[in-house]
């Protein structure tokens, strides 16, 4: 099974800073411990991205992929990246406006595609 997104990409979606900065729970947390985290939000992201996946009798006989579709890897980014953001929000993400809120809706309307059938997704 392949990783469905890397450190890289969620860094290359959300920048360098932000998802260090978004991976630090504490004062001082080291790079190890932020490289951990990210890990963690991977393996969460990933295992989400099957469940959704696994909803549409298409996709759920072919799980886990061996081959990433580039949208699969553009969102196992993102939701990587609003996993860690969540844990540092003072505020509803889903309420806020802004970059953060945007991504969120484009997210889930994403999943809405998928499970109506609108996004037919390139997977064999």
């Excluded at 080291?30 to 909803?55: F, H, K």
């Excluded at 992929?65 to 509803?92: C, H, K, Q, S």
Aim: proline content about 2%; overall charge negative; hydrophobic content about 40%.
């Amino acid at each position: 099974m392949s990783d469905y997104c890397s450190k890289a990409d969620v860094e290359a979606r959300f920048g360098t800073t932000n998802v260090a900065t978004w991976a630090s729970l504490a004062e001082g947390d080291d790079a190890a411990a932020q490289v951990a985290r990210v890990a963690v939000a991977r393996t969460v992201a990933q295992a989400e991205m099957d469940d959704i996946l696994r909803c549409k009798g298409e996709y759920e006989s072919k799980l886990p992929l061996d081959t990433v579709p580039t949208t699969i890897t553009e969102m196992t980014a993102i939701r990587t990246g609003l996993w860690l953001y969540t844990f540092r929000a003072a505020d509803d993400m889903t309420n806020a406006d802004g970059f953060i809120s945007w991504v969120w809706k484009y997210y889930r309307q994403w999943i809405d595609d998928v499970q109506s059938g609108r996004v037919k997704l390139d997977i064999s």
